[in-house]
């Protein structure tokens, strides 16, 4: 489709920048696995370390979707549609799984950047699946911002983990251990 050809190098750049992500997002859990946890971590990870992998994921399917050689606009965008009420539903599930965990006290920057922001990326996304059928560009503007807002999120999401786990819950184990 010639309206996509555009978006070539675009798409590389996002998908392999999510799919190296991913990539080193599994070797910092890994990493982090290695300082002991306590309380209700399972229902955590579900609502802070869950959802950045997911979000990775979506722009990398978002940048195949895209690359693949379409015949016309209508089945990406059903595909968009389909990606971007299924992200609304997931957000939802996350603030269920952010309200009934016990381990942290989320902060605004937490709801902002677990919540409203993925929301608004993959809302953007089921819109421009709807505006596809009139604005095909515009649309593929839509996907764009979605994908690279997903991306940020992620990177974000990723970023703050990391550093709660080395500087708070570490800090915390180390005056534990010098108490005793």
């Known amino acids: 489709m010639p309206a996509l050809g555009g978006w070539e190098n675009f798409y590389v750049i996002v998908g392999s920048s999510a799919g190296a992500l ?5 070797v910092v859990l890994t990493l982090i696995s290695e300082i002991p946890l306590a309380g209700d ?21 978002l940048s195949a979707v895209i690359s693949a050689p379409w015949d016309g606009i209508t089945a990406v965008a059903i595909l968009w549609g389909a990606m971007g009420l299924i992200g609304m539903t997931y957000v939802l599930i996350v603030a269920r799984r952010m309200r009934l965990q016990t381990v942290y006290a989320p902060q605004f920057e937490d709801r902002l950047f677990h919540l409203l922001l993925p929301f608004a990326a993959y809302a953007t996304l089921a819109g421009a699946a709807y505006a596809a059928r009139s604005n095909v560009s515009g649309a593929l503007f ?4 979605a994908a690279l807002l997903l991306l940020f999120v992620g990177i974000h999401n990723a970023w703050d983990a990391v550093t709660y786990h080395v500087y708070v819950r570490k800090q915390g184990q180390r005056r534990a251990e010098r108490g005793r």
């Open 22 to 26: 991913i990539g080193l997002q599994f």
């Open 41 to 61: 971590v399972t229902r955590a990870s579900g609502a802070f370390a869950t959802p950045t992998i997911v979000h990775f994921g979506a722009v990398l399917l």
């Open 142 to 145: 839509g996907v764009g911002t």
